[in-house]
Nanobody
């Protein structure tokens, strides 16, 4: 069993930055694909970013490309999401997710992830 605890959300003004963290326990994340999804009020949960095991290939939703950066520290068993130039439309609950052996074509598919964090709220004011 893999347990994920995400944190780092908060209230910021547009243009500011936040860094989300997701710490895993239960086992190492060797071979796991890690991702971030978000769910805004009144909207469906959507893919934000993902990072694979080896190599550390990254994937981003078009809406966050150039602004968000996903990374992982395997020694700390932690995945991060650096969010710069935040916009009001980034307001959402952000969830980290993980799964072992996700094929590339399923990287964007939330159904491919079997472990999830509890979510952390990000609110961006205008």
């Amino acid at each position: 069993q893999v347990q994920l605890v995400d944190s780092g959300g908060g209230l910021v003004q547009a243009g500011y930055s936040l860094r989300l963290s997701c710490a895993a326990s239960g086992r190492t994340l060797s071979g796991y694909t890690l991702a971030w999804f978000r769910q805004a009020p009144g909207k469906e949960r959507e893919f934000v970013a993902a990072i694979r095991w080896s190599p550390r290939t990254t994937f981003y939703a078009d809406s966050v490309k150039g602004r968000f950066t996903i990374s992982r520290d395997n020694a700390k068993n932690t995945v991060y999401l650096q969010m710069d130039s935040l916009k009001p439309e980034d307001t959402a609950v952000y969830y980290c997710a993980a799964s072992y052996g996700v094929i590339v074509s399923n990287t964007y598919n939330q159904a491919a992830y079997n472990y999830w964090g509890q979510g952390t709220q990000v609110t961006v004011s205008s």
